[in-house]
């Protein structure tokens, strides 16, 4: 070895790669105990616990519904094109996504909504080499305006958007535990299932996500959790990958 190779800096190491999710929140989880709308301090302690969440050193991406606002097959929706109905709907998610973006700002967490609908004075367009960007950045990315494709839902838009940004793991908020064989707010005796396959879903028409997101999430392999984002905490407990919340789908054989 030469005096000059002798002294050549040793180049640094690639960081390691940090965890990467994407949270699916529906739009009817910033109403609260409303039965419209939008409850701002609902949204505040939502935007607690993505805060306390992101600040574990994990990348998180958001998709949010806008069923609080306007659904394109509901009966608000009624005699209207589909299509239309749609885009309205999209409309809604960008709402929420900025309220969303408002309430994460204001505890200091810096988020940037992307939108798949161009309207560049709310929000930056989707492109996902940019949203990638963001993430490594350290922010929050929250997408909007679902695939800005009608007919498609915002489960959809989450199963696509997390493959796009090659996420580890989708995570599904809802109002309960996780996955049962039937509502357990209706059937008492409805089982509840730690883990189970995106077929056994398919095959047992388990209301977890619409058939085209589960199809894909299985067709592409993507790890998928449904957990209860009611229980304070929660947010931060599976997005930290605590086994005990929720209940895990896989892709199986």
Same mark, same amino acid.
């Given at each position: 070895?030469?005096?000059?190779?002798?002294?050549?800096?040793?180049?640094?190491?690639?960081?390691?790669a !940090?965890? !990467?999710?994407?949270?699916?929140?529906?739009?009817?989880? +910033?109403?609260?105990?409303?039965?419209?709308? @939008?409850?701002? +301090? &609902?949204?505040?302690?939502?935007?607690?616990?993505?805060?306390?969440?992101?600040?574990?050193?994990?990348?998180?991406?958001i998709?949010?519904?806008?069923?609080?606002?306007? !659904?394109?097959?509901?009966?608000?929706?009624?005699?209207?094109? !589909?299509?239309?109905?749609?885009?309205?709907?999209?409309?809604?998610? &960008?709402?929420?996504?900025?309220?969303?973006?408002?309430?994460?700002?204001?505890?200091?967490? *810096?988020?940037?909504?992307?939108?798949?609908?161009?309207?560049?004075?709310?929000?930056?367009?989707?492109?996902?080499?940019?949203?990638?960007r963001?993430? #490594?950045?350290?922010?929050? &990315?929250? *997408?909007?305006?679902?695939?800005?494709?009608p007919? *498609?839902?915002?489960?959809?838009?989450?199963?696509?958007?997390?493959?796009?940004?090659?996420?580890? @793991?989708?995570?599904?908020?809802?109002? &309960?535990?996780?996955?049962?064989?039937?509502?357990?707010?209706?059937d008492?005796?409805?089982? *509840?299932? #730690?883990?189970?396959?995106?077929?056994?879903?398919?095959?047992?028409?388990?209301?977890?996500?619409?058939?085209?997101?589960?199809?894909?999430?299985?067709?592409?392999?993507?790890?998928?959790?449904?957990?209860?984002?009611?229980?304070?905490?929660?947010?931060?407990?599976?997005?930290?990958?605590?086994h005990?919340?929720?209940?895990r789908?896989?892709?199986?054989?």
């Open positions: 070895m030469n005096a000059e190779q002798e002294h050549q800096p040793t180049p640094n190491a690639a960081p390691a !940090r965890p !990467r999710v994407l949270l699916k929140l529906s739009g009817e989880a +910033l109403m609260g105990s409303q039965g419209y709308g @939008v409850d701002t +301090l &609902v949204a505040q302690s939502i935007g607690e616990e993505i805060r306390d969440a992101r600040a574990t050193g994990v990348e998180i991406a998709v949010v519904g806008g069923g609080n606002i306007f !659904r394109g097959v509901s009966k608000s929706a009624s005699g209207m094109d !589909r299509s239309s109905a749609d885009y309205i709907g999209m409309l809604a998610t &960008v709402m929420n996504a900025v309220v969303l973006q408002d309430a994460l700002e204001k505890l200091g967490v *810096f988020t940037r909504v992307l939108s798949a609908i161009n309207m560049p004075e709310v929000a930056e367009p989707f492109i996902r080499r940019r949203a990638i963001h993430l #490594e950045k350290g922010r929050v &990315v929250i *997408f909007a305006a679902g695939t800005g494709n007919y *498609f839902t915002t489960d959809s838009a989450a199963a696509l958007r997390a493959l796009e940004i090659k996420a580890d @793991v989708l995570l599904k908020a809802t109002k &309960v535990k996780g996955v049962y064989s039937a509502d357990p707010n209706v008492a005796e409805a089982l *509840f299932y #730690e883990s189970i396959t995106y077929r056994d879903v398919l095959q047992k028409r388990l209301q977890v996500m619409d058939a085209s997101a589960i199809s894909l999430c299985m067709d592409n392999g993507l790890p998928l959790v449904v957990f209860d984002m009611l229980k304070p905490g929660n947010i931060r407990r599976v997005v930290t990958g605590e005990s919340i929720g209940t789908v896989y892709a199986g054989e």
